[in-house]
């Protein structure tokens, strides 16, 4: 299957914007997360088609998956 | 009443918003980066009364972006050197300061009276808190959050869980390791002062169950939805 990632903020340092990944099937968040690197506890939220999930949750064809830092300064 | 102050302001507030703004009163927990540009352009706008709470002091990194800290104003506490500015700017605001951290059980005293809190935070444990604390008591609550090039800025009212939805995981945010410039937190304190207004004059904020993702290196504004949730 095929999703759409985006990466937000400090997490595109050296990665990306957006680029298309081939998955297997049954494949969920913390597979994409492995080969860039992010460890599931440096995700502050990560949003499939909108929704907020956690790092189990598991893919579709065509989602579009959205990770993004904890930003916490003041 | 100086004549005139609040003549810029009209068009953009009717009469009657200026008024409901002359008679509110806001709380801003966090008296650095974001708080102190937040209480700054509360202050030229027009509340009645300002809670300031922070149990710091300003030190010298702070320069870079704190529109609180001068060079005289080091060592002082933050809310102190923003209460001196803060009445230079416009007497006319009642600014009361609180020299202490932000606690759960102290938020019944803190905001008391108040009519909206801004969180201004640094630490995403307390800002999980303050929004527990601020449904609690019925208050709306602008929240905002910088690091580097980029923060995030939303509304939470009592029922919403944005700020656990958003800063619930983890200890600390980029901003250890990426910094604050000057500019992120002045950009974002505004954005939080115009939602702020709305939420007071009793318009429809425009990030309710949603956040505004900035960032300020590529200029990309991107809104994301938190819709709610059965808790």
């Known amino acids: 299957m095929r999703v759409t990632v985006k990466l937000f903020a400090t997490f595109r340092d050296g990665r990306f914007k957006v680029e298309e990944r081939e998955l297997p099937q049954g494949s969920n968040v913390l597979n994409i997360l492995e080969p860039l690197n992010i460890k599931p506890d440096e995700v502050a939220i990560c949003l499939v088609n909108g929704r907020d999930v956690n790092a189990q949750h598991f893919l579709n064809d065509g989602d579009t998956i959205a990770l993004f830092p904890p930003v916490g300064g003041g | ?231």
């Open chain 2, 1 to 231: 009443m100086l004549e005139g102050r609040y003549v810029r302001n009209q068009e953009t507030l009717t009469d009657q918003d200026q008024n409901k703004l002359l008679a509110s009163s806001v709380a801003i927990v966090g008296c650095g980066g974001l708080g102190g540009y937040i209480a700054e352009e509360l202050a030229r706008i027009g509340v009645r009364r300002l809670v300031l709470i922070d149990g710091d002091r300003l030190e010298v990194s702070n320069l870079n972006r704190q529109i609180m800290a001068t060079e005289e104003s080091i060592g002082l506490w933050k809310v102190e050197a923003a209460r001196d500015r803060l009445q230079k700017v416009n007497s006319e605001v009642k600014v009361d300061i609180i020299k202490e951290w932000f606690e759960e059980e102290r938020g019944t005293d803190f905001f008391n009276e108040v009519d909206l809190v801004f969180d201004a935070l640094d630490s995403l444990a307390t800002r999980v808190v303050l929004e527990r604390v601020c449904h609690q008591l019925k208050l709306p609550l602008v929240f905002a959050s910088i690091a580097g090039w980029y923060g995030q800025i939303g509304v939470s009212l009592p029922g919403d869980f944005s700020v656990l939805r958003l800063y619930g995981h983890g200890e600390r945010g980029v901003e250890s390791k990426w910094g604050n410039p000057a500019f992120t937190p002045a950009v974002l304190a505004s954005l939080s002062v115009a939602e702020g207004v709305k939420l007071l004059i009793g318009s429809i904020p425009a990030l309710r169950r949603a956040w505004l993702q900035v960032d300020l290196l590529t200029m990309e504004f991107e809104r994301f939805e938190l819709p709610s949730i059965e808790p």
